[in-house]
């Protein structure tokens, strides 16, 4: 019961108190962080923990699973949080060591003025491997999450074992679109309106119909992004085109696409695989969240490929 309660109140009580816990059951000890050198013994995180860059935003992060397996970084799509994961930790975690965090702008993270990157975006997630001293992981990454994939795996291969890229592109135009987005948000600081647009591009009418808790979940995520943090984020996809860079990538990769995906298009999935070296293509009937629409192929493939 205890357990629950924190889970449901860690969000408002971690912005409210900076508190950064990290508790094993097992040993009944609290620590602010792990590392690859603990015990081999299972860790669970009831609450979010934070590191600050070197640019002094304030990141949130999550550790999942036993120590002594394999790291797998789940990367979030824009203007949701760690949590969109949270239905595959169950499964990940009988085989990996699951790191989660919210990206700059997003979630319970920082969001500074100002227009990101892709660049900077990503060697937010080498310092945060840095400071957990976690040498290399397999990467899965999500929309936005699948733009930071794409450049760790260019410029940080040695860092990324196996990729896997979701319901992403390698460019995502035209720029007139973005702008017009973060000229609303700079201007008015409304993200109300961003909440039904989300949800409509993420998933299908009838899947809202079926399961509304779901889609309440991720219209909260959405409304709880920082307008700033919301406009800053659309700078950097409007930015990251990395269609030429990801011919670069040698790492083997995932690519899973959606087949009604009107946001990042099949073709795009497509063009990625196509580009990157060998890179494996899978297209599942889905729009756009293939995590939560299509739990159990989606973990199926992501298992299978990491496992193989």
Same mark, same amino acid.
């Given at each position: 019961?205890?357990?629950?309660?924190?889970?449901?109140?860690?969000? $408002?009580a971690m912005l409210a108190m900076g508190v950064l816990t990290i508790t094993n059951p097992a040993a009944g000890k609290s620590s602010y962080h792990t590392n690859t050198n603990m015990t081999q013994m299972t860790i669970?995180? #009831?609450?979010?923990? $934070?590191?600050?860059?070197?640019?002094?935003?304030?990141?949130? $992060?999550?550790?999942?699973?036993?120590?002594?397996?394999?790291?797998?970084?789940?990367?979030?799509?824009?203007?949701?949080?760690?949590?969109?994961?949270?239905?595959?930790?169950?499964?990940?975690?009988?085989?990996?060591?699951?790191?989660?965090?919210?990206?700059?702008?997003?979630?319970?993270?920082?969001?500074?003025?100002?227009? $990101?990157?892709?660049?900077?975006?990503?060697?937010?997630?080498?310092?945060?491997?840095?400071?957990?001293?976690?040498?290399?992981?397999?990467?899965?990454?999500?929309?936005?999450?699948?733009?930071?994939?794409?450049?760790?795996?260019?410029?940080?291969?040695?860092?990324?074992d196996k990729l896997i890229l979701a319901n992403t592109s390698s460019y995502l135009g035209p720029r007139d679109t973005w702008n017009g987005l973060i000229g609303s948000l700079r201007k008015d600081g409304d993200i109300?309106?961003?909440?039904?647009?989300?949800?409509?591009?993420?998933?299908?009418?009838? #899947?809202?119909? +079926?399961?509304?808790?779901?889609?309440?979940?991720?219209?909260?995520?959405?409304?709880?992004?920082?307008?700033?943090?919301?406009?800053?984020?659309?700078?950097?996809?409007?930015?990251?085109? +990395?269609?030429?860079?990801?011919?670069?990538?040698?790492?083997?990769?995932?690519?899973?696409?959606?087949? #009604?995906?009107?946001?990042?298009?099949?073709?795009?999935?497509?063009?990625?695989?196509?580009?990157?070296? +060998?890179?494996?293509?899978?297209?599942?009937?889905?729009?756009?969240?293939?995590?939560?629409?299509?739990?159990?192929?989606?973990?199926?493939?992501?298992?299978?490929?990491?496992?193989?």
């Amino acid at each position: 019961m205890k357990t629950k309660i924190v889970r449901h109140l860690e969000k $408002y009580a971690m912005l409210a108190m900076g508190v950064l816990t990290i508790t094993n059951p097992a040993a009944g000890k609290s620590s602010y962080h792990t590392n690859t050198n603990m015990t081999q013994m299972t860790i669970h995180t #009831y609450t979010k923990a $934070y590191f600050t860059t070197g640019d002094n935003v304030r990141i949130a $992060y999550r550790l999942d699973g036993p120590a002594d397996k394999p790291v797998l970084v789940l990367s979030n799509s824009i203007a949701t949080d760690l949590h969109m994961w949270d239905e595959q930790i169950p499964v990940f975690t009988k085989h990996f060591r699951v790191l989660r965090f919210d990206t700059r702008g997003n979630g319970s993270s920082g969001a500074p003025v100002g227009d $990101y990157s892709i660049d900077r975006m990503s060697n937010d997630v080498i310092e945060l491997l840095d400071y957990l001293k976690i040498d290399r992981v397999h990467f899965l990454g999500l929309s936005l999450g699948g733009f930071i994939g794409q450049w760790l795996a260019v410029h940080e291969a040695h860092r990324i074992d196996k990729l896997i890229l979701a319901n992403t592109s390698s460019y995502l135009g035209p720029r007139d679109t973005w702008n017009g987005l973060i000229g609303s948000l700079r201007k008015d600081g409304d993200i109300t309106p961003f909440g039904a647009m989300f949800i409509n591009n993420w998933l299908p009418k009838t #899947y809202q119909e +079926q399961h509304p808790e779901v889609a309440a979940k991720f219209r909260a995520m959405v409304l709880a992004t920082p307008p700033v943090g919301l406009a800053g984020s659309f700078a950097a996809v409007r930015d990251g085109d +990395q269609r030429r860079t990801i011919a670069l990538i040698t790492n083997k990769t995932l690519v899973i696409g959606g087949r #009604y995906d009107g946001v990042t298009l099949p073709e795009h999935s497509e063009l990625i695989a196509k580009t990157i070296p +060998q890179a494996k293509l899978i297209i599942l009937p889905v729009v756009h969240l293939s995590n939560v629409e299509a739990p159990q192929v989606f973990e199926k493939a992501v298992i299978d490929f990491l496992l193989d």
